[in-house]
């Protein structure tokens, strides 16, 4: 019998619903090439198109891609101002794509950080795509965890203070709907490239039960099947939440 291919080995009704993704490797890619970190950066957006629309085409319903984070803003000043440029770029050349592929943009981070003309451009693509609903693709940038959170507690104290939130209903949900990804789903998958195993800053809160997948390949070599390679690992996992096999039920 003919070898099934990854793709076709993919359980379409497990498909993890958010996939989060720390693209990483892009610099040591380059380097590895004799080439400056940004080439690597550049080459980065094929991969960041190939699993957009692998993610879409299987019917995964959030992707969020760590672009940009509030650490980054620390790199020496060429790169963080050619990372922007980039960004400014792809947005715009990938806008049309988008919409063919009805693909909704969303961003998350202190985006006011950003350099204006790459706000406008975002807040151009995140309008121009908002009724798109076969997936949602979350861009996180200038983002870090505790930065939101820190907004998070921020804003839930000040509504306690007004008189507008008691204190004794604060629950998950009150955390949850307080932070960028309100009414996301939280991601069941999280991939790591370029051999790093670390969080690195990246959705600390939403990540709490995700399954940790971390590949070696550098982030401009990631492909379709690297994703597909992703999902199958994810699926042959047992996910228990704290419980014991016996009892997990097939659904
Ligand atoms: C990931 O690749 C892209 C960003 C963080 C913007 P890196 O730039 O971190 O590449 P390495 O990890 O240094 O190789
Ligand atoms: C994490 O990668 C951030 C992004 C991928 C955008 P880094 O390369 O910045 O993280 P560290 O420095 O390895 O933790
Ligand atoms: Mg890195």
């Known amino acids: 019998m003919e070898q099934k291919s990854l793709k076709d080995q993919i359980d379409l009704n497990k498909l993890p ?14 380097k590895n090439q004799g080439k400056e970190r940004v080439y690597g950066h550049h080459n ?15 019917g995964v319903k959030y992707m969020t891609l760590y672009a940009f984070s509030t650490e980054n803003w ?10 922007m ?19 909704r943009l969303q961003a998350i981070g202190n985006l006011s950080m950003l350099p204006e003309d790459a706000q406008t451009e975002l807040q151009e693509a995140i309008d ?27 804003d839930i104290a000040s509504r306690a203070k007004n008189g ?16 960028n990804t309100k009414g996301m789903p939280d991601p069941e ?19 709490a039960y995700a399954e ?6 550098f982030w401009p070599d990631f492909r379709k099947q690297h994703l597909y390679e992703a999902i199958l690992n994810f699926q042959n996992r047992e996910r228990r939440f704290g419980m014991i096999s016996e009892q997990l039920v097939e659904e």
């Open 17 to 30: 619903e958010h996939i989060a993704i720390i693209m990483d490797g892009n610099g040591r890619w380059a």
């Open 44 to 58: 980065g957006v094929k991969s960041v198109r190939e699993v957009t629309e692998a993610g879409a085409e299987l």
């Open 74 to 83: 620390n790199r020496p000043q060429a790169e963080v101002t050619a990372l």
């Open 85 to 103: 440029a980039l960004l400014i770029h792809t947005i715009k050349d990938e806008l049309p794509t988008l919409n063919k592929n009805k693909i």
């Open 128 to 154: 121009g795509t908002k009724d798109n609903d076969r997936m949602t693709l979350v861009l996180a940038l200038s983002y870090s965890a505790k930065w939101e959170i820190i907004e998070a507690v921020k």
């Open 164 to 179: 507008e939130l008691d204190i004794t209903d604060i629950d998950e949900n009150t955390i949850s709907n307080a932070l």
């Open 189 to 207: 998958l999280m991939i790591r490239t370029s051999g790093e195993t670390r969080i690195s800053n990246f959705l600390l809160w939403q990540l």
């Open 212 to 217: 940790l997948y971390f590949t070696r390949t």
